[in-house]
């Protein structure tokens, strides 16, 4: 079983978000990530938040995977930067921003802008909207390829978020799956007999 680390963007992902309803099925095996600066994030803060929420999930999981939305994306991968722990398997990154676009909250998110994508040290997969407002596909392509990350668009669903109304967003779900290593089970095959000795 894994443990999952919900790491949303700015303000928080609200009761219709998809990280919301994936929360709600996992139950316990999800830990959200509370940094103290959601409306006015500081990366600082918001990397010491996963790196709690990780441990949190690793007391209870071997195997736990970063589930980030938007600016989320960037606190995850800058906190796998940081820290290539054992304990996180993968990361799903979905919607990251550009800290370079016009778009981008700078005014709130200064501490963000200046950040770039490097090599992640687990498994990724970034998903992206094709009519993102607040990253052009080939961007995130660009992001995918710096972290050394697949790269999924996913359509004109937007930042991919709440005002998408995805629901569930079953083909998230499926992506997330399609990211995860298979299941650890045990080897039953029967070891081979050792072949007869037939030296004279």
Request: glycine share 8%.
């Amino acid at each position: 079983m894994f443990g999952y680390v919900i790491i949303p963007g700015i303000d928080g992902s609200d009761e219709h978000h998809w990280q919301s309803e994936w929360e709600r099925h996992w139950g316990s095996s999800a830990v959200r990530t509370a940094p103290d600066s959601w409306s006015e994030p500081d990366l600082e803060d918001w990397v010491a938040a996963v790196g709690s929420a990780v441990d949190e999930a690793s007391r209870k999981h071997d195997h736990v995977v970063l589930v980030a939305h938007s600016l989320g994306c960037w606190a995850a991968a800058t906190w796998l930067g940081r820290n290539p722990s054992p304990a996180a398997t993968a990361a799903f990154l979905v919607a990251p921003p550009d800290p370079l676009s016009p778009a981008f909250p700078s005014g709130s998110a200064p501490t963000f802008t200046q950040l770039s994508a490097r090599p992640l040290p687990v498994p990724a997969l970034v998903v992206a909207g094709t009519n993102d407002p607040y990253c052009a596909p080939e961007t995130s392509a660009a992001f995918a390829a710096q972290w050394g990350a697949h790269h999924h668009l996913a359509g004109p669903i937007g930042h991919i978020n709440s005002g998408s109304l995805l629901g569930s967003w079953e083909e998230g779900r499926d992506l997330l799956d399609s990211l995860l290593p298979p299941a650890h089970t045990p080897d039953l095959t029967p070891t081979p007999a050792p072949a007869p000795d037939t030296a004279a």
